[in-house]
């Protein structure tokens, strides 16, 4: 049997990983500031990670839910601490779709509506209702189509006030926007669209998959903009690497028996890892780590010839060149040993590990001026 072909692969084969940094089978070293694209929150075989996991293996690694697994417990109020969402409630799944999934179901479950508003270069996921929500035509089958969806250009806050009403079951927005090219939603955008959620009853929606779990410099992105959403929408960094992904719900949702589930969400394992993530995210105070390494990043970037424009918080940077990224892409992998993210044309993505030293980040910036020396030309 072959590989169903849908990915376009860099020609690298990583087998071993520690910290920020990754080997491949020829022995060649790598700096990762892309974390398998903002997954590796913690950093790469982290022994206190590996112990928690490798302790639970030989304890039970999985249980449906249809027994009491006192660890999704300990998840939830070590994720209510650390995020400081105490009051709200958690639904566990496996990836980032299905928790958007789930956090639309919910959505319409409470307001018993079926329109949702999302907004243009959005990225939610690849199943149902979560691609129905994505601006990407291309990735949207025929049986995914729907009217129920409309999207509206990104921070427009005259276009949002126009829009709603009292038929919007959801709005969902991105803490910030990954795939689309690290684009933040400004403090009166969320305002504005927290303020309408709650004049119509309409349920606001915070996709945090890629920019949660510290990445930001805060635990959520949206925190920055002190809004408080009815959902929020967690995976990525959330197991760093173990498929794991949530729905903090507000206390207004009244639970049902059999209103959400999933046979593998909130298992032992899972759990245990989620747990390790965020006990190293607090005692290495890694949401601080995040915003000294970002800021700094994102200063010295702007000063390098070529690029347009530095966005992002935290570790979750989009540099913006002049040009196609191609070139200068490929120059880090393959000359320089370092793994980035892209968006759209022209977007250097950088997602590392929030782990990342100063040193690491040095090492990259050094790398990334010399690159863009060499290529850009003006
Ligand atoms: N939401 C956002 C903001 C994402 O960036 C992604 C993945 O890139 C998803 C949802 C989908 O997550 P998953 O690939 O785990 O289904």
Redesign the pocket.
């Given at each position: 049997m072959n590989l169903f072909d849908v990915y376009p692969l860099l020609d690298v084969e990583p087998v071993k990983a520690i910290g920020c940094w990754i080997w491949d089978k020829d022995g060649n070293k790598y700096l990762d500031l892309y974390g398998g694209?903002a997954v590796i929150s913690i950093g790469h075989s982290h022994p206190y990670y590996i112990k928690k996991i490798e302790e639970q293996m030989h304890k039970i690694g999985f249980y449906s839910n249809s027994v009491r697994i006192p660890l999704q417990e300990e998840l939830a109020q070590k994720l209510g601490e650390l995020s400081g969402y105490t009051d709200y409630n958690l639904f566990l799944c496996n990836?980032?779709?299905?928790a958007?999934e789930n956090a639309l179901k919910l959505a319409s479950f409470h307001t018993g509506r079926k329109k949702v508003i999302a907004f243009s270069k959005a990225?939610?996921?690849?199943t149902s209702l979560?691609v129905a929500a994505t601006d990407n035509k291309s990735i949207i089958a025929p049986v995914n189509e729907t009217e129920n969806v409309v999207f509206l250009p990104f921070n427009d806050e005259a276009a949002l006030e126009n829009a709603m009403n009292d038929t919007i079951c959801a709005v969902i927005i991105?803490g910030m926007q990954?795939?689309g090219g690290v684009k933040v939603p400004t403090d009166a955008f969320l305002q504005k669209a927290k303020l309408l959620c709650e004049k119509y009853n309409s349920v606001l929606i915070l996709?945090e998959?890629?920019s949660g779990y510290g990445r930001s410099g805060k635990f959520f992105s949206h925190q920055f903009s002190n809004v408080k959403p009815d959902l929020i929408t967690i995976?990525?960094g959330m197991g760093n690497g173990f498929p794991l992904?949530g729905v903090l719900i507000s206390p207004k949702f009244k639970a049902k028996h059999h209103l959400l589930g999933t046979t593998f969400g909130g298992n032992h394992l899972a759990c245990a890892a989620g747990i390790a993530v965020l006990d190293v995210i607090r005692n290495e105070k890694l949401m601080m780590n995040a915003k000294a390494i970002g800021d700094y990043m994102i200063s010295t970037l702007k000063k390098i010839n070529g690029v347009k424009e530095v966005r992002g918080r935290g570790l979750m940077i989009g540099v913006e060149l002049e040009f196609p990224y191609d070139t200068v892409r490929n120059e880090l992998i393959f000359t320089h040993r370092i793994f980035t993210g892209t968006s759209g044309k022209n977007v250097i993505r950088i997602l590392p590990p929030l782990c990342l030293s100063k040193e690491e980040a040095e090492i990259f910036l050094h790398a990334f001026a010399a690159v863009m020396k060499k290529v850009f030309v003006k």
């Open positions: 694209h990836s980032g779709a299905e958007n990225f939610h996921g690849r979560a991105e990954g795939v996709d998959v890629q995976a990525k992904g």
